[in-house]
Structures are given as C-alpha cells and as structure tokens.
T-cell receptor, first 113, second 114 residues
Framework: NAGVMQNPRHLVRRRGQEARLRCSPM?????VYWYRQLPEEGLKFMVY????????ESGMPKERFSAEFPKEGPSILRIQQVVRGDSAAYFC???????????FGPGTRLTVT | AQSVTQPDIHITVSEGASLELRCNYS??????LFWYVQSPGQGLQLLLK??????LVQGIKGFEAEFKRSQSSFNLRKPSVHWSDAAEYFC????????????FGGGTRVLVKP
C-alpha cells in the first residue's frame, strides 16, 4: 500500500511566480491536511480538506494561498505570486476518517529566489 | 487555543544510554497526543499515539510515552538508544472536532554519540 505521495519533492520559483504542490493521499484515505514547516521551526497547520470540501482553513494565509481536493485527482496547494518568505517545506498528511491518525508524505521543499 | 512545548531544543546522548524527551501541552479538553520522528530531509513518521485508556503507550522502534494529566505532559522514552535514533522528534496535540488539526511543538533534535 503506497504511502502519501507528494510532488514535486523540490520546487524552485522566482518571486512573483506561482507554485503548485500536489498531494496524493494513501489509498482509501479521504481526508487531507497541509502543514508548513519554516526553517528551524515545527510544523504549522494550514488547511484540512475532504473531497470537494474545505473543512478548516484557519491556518491558511489570507492572501495568495488556496487549496483544493477535487473529486478526482490529487489535492493541490497553490501559492500565487510567491515571495521569499514562502520558502519552506510543505507537508501533506492523510487519514482514513476523521479519526486522528495522520500519515505524512515526504514533503515539498519550496525555494523562492 | 492549544499549544505544545518541547523545552529541549537539542539533546546529545551516548549510544546505549537511555533517552527521555519532554513534552508539555495546553489544551482545554481531553487531548489526543502524538509523537512523530523526522529524519533529515524526510517526512514525519508516527511513533505512537495516546487517545484514551492506559496512560503508558508503546510505540514503534522501542519507544514508549507516558501521559500524565496532572502535569500536562506526554514524555517520550527509550531505554537504550541506537545510532539510527538520531533525528528530530515532534510532539503534537490533536484539536478540532475529532482531533484532526495537529498542533506541533518546536521539536527536539537528538544527536547520538558513538
């Protein structure tokens, strides 16, 4: 059973460009979570999604960031007009139900130059 | 709002020695508690979790943790450390309607001396 998959693993963007990060949850998992890890810090919750629904986006920056989890295909975290402060590792996690055990992907390391 | 504190940023331990990592949490209800391990450049792996019941929980790789409600703590222990245990360890508390929004501590980086 494949784990949570994220791609790309590394992404370099210039300031002002858009970044798209993809997450495929574990098979059978319908709940997806995105977390951000800034350098030398712990992970911070960003958003919780189920298929076609955003359940909790209390950790998302108000501007430039959006997330979706369509009926078909991976979950996408989109960052428009990236700035240097967006450089971080972005982790996706999934769970089978609303129960609490989350499995994490390997992360996407975004570098903004 | 919930919070998690890991007081030790770095810990150095000799191989074969015991290890204890501290975690204190703040949460208004019954917490759901987790320990994750992260190797350099990797994602997080779940070591163990506490939802309810026995306050001493066993995890993978020989780790265990004890939930102490009176101290708001969930410390992680391992009796004998192996060189492969060198990594960063994160304590987390689950919040939200079903504990699905994890709040992480700042992490403790463990170095293992030969």
């Amino acid at each position: 059973n494949a784990g949570v998959m994220q791609n790309p693993r590394h992404l370099v963007r210039r300031r002002g460009q858009e970044a798209r990060l993809r997450c495929s949850p574990m098979k059978g998992h319908s709940h997806v979570y995105w977390y951000r890890q800034l350098p030398e810090e712990g992970l911070k919750f960003m958003v919780y999604l189920q298929k076609e629904n955003i359940i909790d986006e209390s950790g998302m920056p108000k501007e430039r960031f959006s997330a979706e989890f369509p009926k078909e295909g991976p979950s996408i975290l989109r960052i428009q007009q990236v700035v240097r402060g967006d450089s971080a590792a972005y982790f996706c996690a999934s769970s089978a139900t609303q129960v609490y055990e989350q499995y994490f992907g390997p992360g996407t390391r975004l570098t903004v130059t | 709002a919930q919070s998690v504190t890991q007081p030790d940023i770095h810990i150095t331990v000799s191989e074969g020695a015991s290890l204890e990592l501290r975690c204190n949490y703040s949460y208004g209800a019954t917490p759901y508690l987790f320990w994750y391990v992260q190797s350099p450049g990797q994602g997080l792996q779940l070591l163990l979790k506490y939802f309810s019941g026995d306050t001493l929980v066993q995890g993978i790789k020989g780790f265990e943790a004890e939930f102490k409600r009176s101290q708001s703590s969930f410390n992680l222990r391992k009796p004998s450390v192996h060189w492969s245990d060198a990594a960063e360890y994160f304590c987390a508390v689950g919040a939200g309607a079903a504990g699905n929004k994890l709040t992480f501590g700042g992490g403790t980086r463990v170095l293992v001396k030969p």
